[in-house]
């Protein structure tokens, strides 16, 4: 059926979604109501499983403006359906920021729109009210907008595109009572709230899941056929899943909200005007209220910017990283205000308030509440979480299907049988319900979460933690992972290595030694003793590592200031830095001289005093203001007010390159680019300073409104701190694992381009031999288009006519002693420039990119997306904090941090370097393949039983109770489970797991298996029938004294539940070894897990089920056999069987590993070596293909030759071979053009 178009909210947002509008229709309703009771609930049970139909099947299509009902669609790749109620609210207003007339109010009522507005008077009186239409979902409310048309989400005050001028101008006072309650009808109480749902509603809502459905289904069937055992079974096993299954959603429940609950109930202080402060509880907050932070601190119960004062916040919550940060007040300028942009002065919920600091209150006005936090989003992220697109899951759905129709087409077959063989009605629906039932296997979805369960368990152990476990088996496939450097690469802490000081525009000789007599008067020093967000915390000093170490060298002490300090420097501080000779001084100076001290005429204690007072005020400033770090301005800077000195001063710091265009020319050294490249090429992390005085007649008033712009320019360059960041031990190793592992490995930092490129080399991303050629792209001007500079880093020259051929993670097209390699290094300006005006040259420039330097938190999610749109497995490995967006971008990432669990990613390690990341990936391949073998056993599983039952039902027969239970919970219950806790193997492999079952080499494997096991069976179900005995002997149980006198092979009236005959027995026996054998030969070991034989679960329960049922075969108990219905066979067709199982365990190994295995190797090592004898074009990506697709060299064979890779990256590294002008060569620059996409000319 053709679906309306519907219309779009949060367009280009990650929960886009298009909705329609229906109406119930009242006919409509009595159909279904009638095909429910017709079908026994199954219609309902179908309509609840697929919304839409369910929507589709009960209302009519209308406009959104008059729907009751809404249908939701998300526009991704998943195309999720939801269903949405339309409720309605009454309001003196149509949006929450409506200017609220204090006589026109409106009833409070949430509910049908026809009722009663007389029925309740609550806080408002009746006048003039309005209709608001509102549905929920995830958590979001939606509000109908008559401008739009549309549904609309209201987020918080940014909706009313306030600059932070007006928020100065027009939000300090806060709200009155009356407006908060009417904002409170929009955005609700302000709470994240978790609900536990009560047992009973998780029981009703899992046990309308399919497979419990099944279940149950299954329970009733073999109930009504006396299947007692089995049916008792059947039941328990599912009150135990869903018994489990209750106890760890509600643990999830309460461990989510316990983790929220912290803020969720706190009492506040709400300004009401100017003056007047209301004690209220945090739930009652909206957007527009004013609060106050306390100077001890508090848990932040919603997102506020902060518009007076400074606070000392931990976010570790919110992003990993454990460092406290310096928020500071909202500036007084017209730049629209956004939390993300403006997040260094925006409190965020669930961050912790250390302490706050201000000349009277810290104030901060409300901007977002609820879900619409940044926390709330987090955790709303997690209640409703994304589905996980993973090709195993949507295969084992295939599969599912086409055991559906597998079993109509059985279905068909048994009642043809059965009518010919004059069974009655009752006895055909039963047997075709059976058949259905064994189709189906109702055990694979709890299997298939086995190897995750196992994964996760072994990953905690390690101290690696995990929130999101869908995500174990993506991390298997990883081929690309990016890396920050600083913390991540290369250890937290640096060492101050020395200084370099700039005077009257030259360089002064390195210095190592900071805190000496000489330097401590320059402004060299009082820069890196002032221009920092340190803080001091119960007498220790807290902040960022870098900051720690430069004002450690100083020797310098910071203080909090005191009331009478603000005298003294005629302005109010927030901190005071001083030099620890100031302490003793000032003792000197203020405390009473001993009577012993005298003094001459001439030099009396008021000279004194001055004297030492002029002298070492140098040593003691006070900060004034504090501008913090920015990631996308790589910079921070201070205003300070020397002790003595009536004018201010602006001390800065920053990324060299940056601090540099904001100085004056004639204070840079001429030799300020040699001297740099110098200690980058070293891998020094080098911080550049810089200092400007403040004009005298500026207030501390006008200072504070001053903006950044202003403030930061015409400085005056003071020199390079040089700083040694030393690689973990453990990092080259990891990343040499990886690289042998075909794993592409990427720098993403905000550090100096030659810092970086010095890292890769020195921790093995690029080797030695290997050129970096550093793309210098500038944007468009007014006569020249943008353009790229080719720079080859180290003076590297590569010969014009040669080609340089591109590797990519899976090909293996080259070794490496024969590749020129060469790899791509770019900076995050010139990043923004070559993604804007290079579309056509950005892919291609990602297969070889290695090295991203000055990229900021927006530009490192970016190259994640874009490395993924060329269909890269993108893992992420970042410290948590500037790394957020990019760590939950990638398909896995995962952050250091010693928090236990954070929201900022999806993988938390306490683990302090980068082995977690080869951990990951090994656990992610051990969890894949495990559901890899595991669903090719349970597949095996229904087949060998699917065929087992059709040749015993043209008998007819079928298999007794006690033969069900064994098969079904004997076996199939124990062996997935231990066959799944194999440990994952020691170290990443150059093989990459499969990631779908439709692939040559996974269905030549399954097919193969299915193909040897059918046959054996229909060969063991023949040759019995041929036996001399098969009409003579009677088939009763051996060794027992009463014989019947006829076989059951003979009898006149037929019993379709007749299960003690030959075929029966001799089925059961070799099925029964069928199971073991190919649950042996699919649990897999190296080189993605362990050998099965480390697995002693898995080994003791086959060898106990393998020796139980060998010794029940050659030794045939009569109690054992009575219980299971087993006739008494020769012992020589015994011996015959035996020899059957063994035929069929030599045909399954040498199908699954002399061929599935080592024959796949050795033609894939062939063609691959064929690869390199062949240079035309054409057979070139024929052998690249069938090189890099492990099994699309049989794919090639049986379906289509020539089929280029799926991987986009890979195509594009295919038609990188007939490019011949790349990689560019050096000194050239490549054009953008309107007229052509881009030409290259040399300097």
């Known amino acids: 059926m053709k679906i309306r178009e519907g219309k779009i909210m949060n367009q280009g947002q990650q929960d886009e979604l298009e909705v329609w509008g229906y109406r119930p229709c009242l006919w409509k309703v009595i159909l279904v109501g009638v095909g429910a009771v017709c079908s026994g609930g199954l219609l309902l049970l179908l309509l609840y499983w697929v919304p839409e139909w369910g929507v589709k099947a009960t209302c009519t299509p209308t406009s959104l403006e008059e729907a009751s009902r809404l249908l939701l669609r998300t526009t991704d790749d998943f195309r999720q359906w939801f269903r949405a109620k339309i409720h309605v609210v009454w309001a003196p207003g149509k949006t929450p920021f409506d200017s609220l007339d204090p006589l026109s109010t409106a009833q409070l009522h949430d509910g049908d729109e026809h009722h009663s507005l007389k029925e ?109 055992d089995y049916a008792f079974l059947t039941l328990t096993m599912a009150i135990v899943l869903i018994a489990t299954s209750l106890y760890t959603i509600r643990k999830n429940y309460v461990r989510l909200r316990d983790m929220v609950i912290a803020h969720s109930m706190v009492q506040v202080s709400v300004w009401r005007g100017n003056t007047d402060i209301e004690q209220i509880m945090s739930t009652e907050l909206v957007p527009g209220d004013v609060i106050t932070i306390p100077a001890n601190g508090m848990i932040m119960a919603c997102d506020a910017a902060l518009i007076c004062g400074t606070c000392t916040v931990s976010e570790g919550m919110l992003t990993g990283e454990s460092v406290p940060v310096t928020k500071t007040s909202v500036p007084n300028t017209k730049t629209i205000y956004d939390a993300e942009e403006h997040k260094q002065h925006t409190l965020f919920c669930g961050s912790h308030v250390i302490q706050s600091r201000a000349d009277k209150q810290v104030k901060a006005v409300v901007v977002r509440t609820g879900f619409n936090t940044v926390k709330g989003q987090l955790v709303r992220g997690i209640l409703h979480p994304k589905p996980t697109d993973f090709k195993l899951h949507r295969d084992a759905k295939h599969f599912m299907m086409v055991m559906a129709v597998v079993a109509v087409i059985d279905f068909i077959y ?632 006829h076989s059951p092979n003979q009898t006149e009236e037929i019993d379709v539940f007749n299960t003690q005959v030959f075929e029966n027995t001799t089925l059961f026996y070799v099925s029964i070894f069928q199971y073991f054998i190919v649950a042996v030969v699919f649990c897999k070991g190296k080189p993605f897990r362990r050998p099965s034989y480390e697995n002693w679960p898995f080994v003791l329960s086959c060898f106990v089920m393998y020796a139980f049922f060998l010794i029940i075969m050659l030794c045939p108990f009569p109690a054992v056999d009575n219980h299971l219905k087993i006739s008494c066979i020769p012992y020589e067709w015994r011996i015959t069987i035996l020899i059957m199982v063994v035929g069929h365990v030599v045909s399954s190994v040498t199908l699954e590993i002399l061929i599935h295995d080592t024959l796949w190797r050795i033609v894939k090592a062939k063609m691959c070596a064929k690869r390199t004898t062949k240079t035309p074009a054409a057979k070139t990506g024929q052998m690249v293909n069938a090189c890099s697709c492990g099994p699309a060299f049989l794919s090639w064979i049986i379906r289509q030759k020539n089929r280029p890779p799926k991987s986009k990256y890979k195509r594009l590294a295919l038609d990188l071979q007939e490019q011949a002008d790349w990689p560019p060569a050096p000194s050239t620059i490549t054009y953008a053009s309107m007229t052509q996409p881009l030409f290259s000319v040399p300097f």
């Not at 239409?133 to 989400?153: A, M, R, V």
């Not at 890196?528 to 967000?533: F, P, Q």
């Not at 063991?1020 to 098969?1030: I, T």
């Open 120 to 228: 309740n008077y609550g806080k408002f009186t009746q006048r003039k009210s309005f209709k608001v239409q509102y549905f929920n979902h995830h958590s979001i409310k939606y509000f109908w907008n008559e401008g739009t048309k549309n549904f609309e989400p209201y987020k918080g005050l940014e909706d009313t595109i306030v600059s932070c001028a007006d928020i100065h101008s027009n939000h300090t006072s806060g709200l009155t009572k009356t407006l908060q309650d009417y904002r409170a009808l929009f955005f609700d109480k302000n709470e994240i709230d978790v609900n536990v749902p009560p047992l009973i509603k998780i029981f009703i809502k899992e046990v309308m899941n399919p497979f419990y459905i099944i279940q149950i289904g299954s329970f009733i069937l073999w109930t009504y056929q006396s299947f007692y």
């Open 414 to 1045: 048994i009642i043809t049988i059965d009518v010919i063989n004059q069974v009655s009605i009752e006895v055909i629906i039963t047997g075709c319900l059976n058949v259905v039932a064994l189709c189906i296997p109702p055990m694979l979805p709890v299997t298939l979460t086995v190897g995750l369960v196992n994964a996760q368990r072994r990953m905690k152990q390690t101290g690696i933690f995990c929130i999101s476990p869908q995500r174990i088996n993506i991390s298997g496939l990883l081929d690309l992972v990016c890396f920050d450097k600083t913390g991540t690469l290369t250890e937290d802490s640096l060492h101050l290595w020395g200084i370099q000081r700039a005077e009257v525009g030259t360089f002064s000789p390195p210095e190592t030694e900071v805190a000496t007599e000489s330097l401590m008067r320059t402004s060299f020093v009082a820069c890196m003793a002032t221009c920092h967000s340190l803080i001091s915390i119960e007498d220790k000093l807290c902040g960022d590592p870098i900051d720690l170490k430069v004002f450690s060298a100083t020797g310098w002490i910071v203080e909090e200031p005191k009331k009478e300090q603000t005298a003294i420097y005629n302005a109010k501080i927030s901190t005071i830095v001083r030099h620890p000779q100031q302490v003793i001084l000032k003792l000197c100076v203020f405390i009473k001289l001993p009577v012993s001290f005298s003094l001459s005429a001439s030099y009396g204690k008021a000279s004194l005093l001055k004297s030492l007072t002029c002298n070492f005020q140098w040593g003691e400033f006070g900060i004034v203001r504090q501008l913090p770090f920015s990631s996308a301005l790589q910079r921070m800077s201070v205003v300070v007010r020397q002790l003595g000195q009536k004018h201010f001063d602006i001390y800065l710091k920053g990324a060299p390159e940056t601090v540099v265009n904001l100085c004056k020319l004639h204070t840079v050294p001429q030799s300020f680019t040699e001297t740099l490249e110098t200690y980058t090429r070293q891998g020094f992390r080098v911080i550049a300073l810089a200092h400007h005085q403040l004009e005298s007649k500026l207030s501390w008033q006008e200072v504070q409104n001053l903006s950044r712009e202003q403030l930061e320019t015409n400085m005056d360059f003071l020199g390079l701190i040089v700083m040694q960041n030393k690689i973990k031990e453990q990092t080259a190793g990891v990343l040499f694992d990886l690289q042998q592992a075909n794993i592409r490995t990427l720098m993403v930092t905000g550090d100096n381009m030659s810092t970086a490129i010095s890292v890769a080399r020195d921790c093995g991303m690029v080797q030695a031999h290997e050129n970096i050629i550093i793309a210098d792209a500038v944007p468009p001007n007014n006569e020249n288009p943008a353009s790229i500079t080719w720079r080859y880093s180290d003076n590297y020259v590569v010969n014009n006519n040669q080609t340089a051929e591109v590797s990519f993670a899976g090909d293996g097209l080259k070794d490496k002693e024969e590749e020129q390699g060469y790899h791509f290094a770019v900076s995050g300006q010139a990043f923004a420039v070559i993604t804007q005006h290079f579309p056509e040259l950005f892919q291609k420039f990602l297969l070889r990119a290695t090295v991203f330097a000055r990229m900021t938190p927006d530009q490192k999610t970016q190259l994640v997306e874009v490395l993924q749109n060329i269909d890269y497995m993108v893992g992420m490995c970042g410290d948590g904090a500037n790394d957020c967006g990019a760590l939950k971008k990638a398909h896995s990432g995962i952050s250091l941090s010693e928090l236990e669990a954070s929201v900022a990613s999806p993988f938390t390690s306490s683990i302090p370097n980068i082995s977690c990341v080869t951990t990951l990936i090994r656990e992610g391949r051990a969890a894949l393949i495990t559901s890899f073998s595991v669903f090719k056993f349970m597949a095996l599983f229904s087949i060998i039983q699917f065929c087992s039952v059709n040749l015993l039902i043209s008998i007819p027969s079928w298999f007794g109770n006690a033969q069900v239970v064994f098969i079904d919970y004997g076996i199939c219950l124990f062996l997935p489970f231990t066959m799944s806790l194999n440990p994952a193997w020691k170290k990443v492999v150059r093989r990459t797991p499969p990631s779908s079952l439709i692939t040559a080499q996974m269905l030549f494997s399954l097919l193969s298996q299915v193909s040897n096991a059918v046959l054996f069976q229909f060969g063991a179900f023949f040759l019995v029938q041929q036996q001399s005995w098969y009409h003579t002997l009677d088939p009763g149980v051996c060794n027992e004294s009463s014989v019947s006198e």
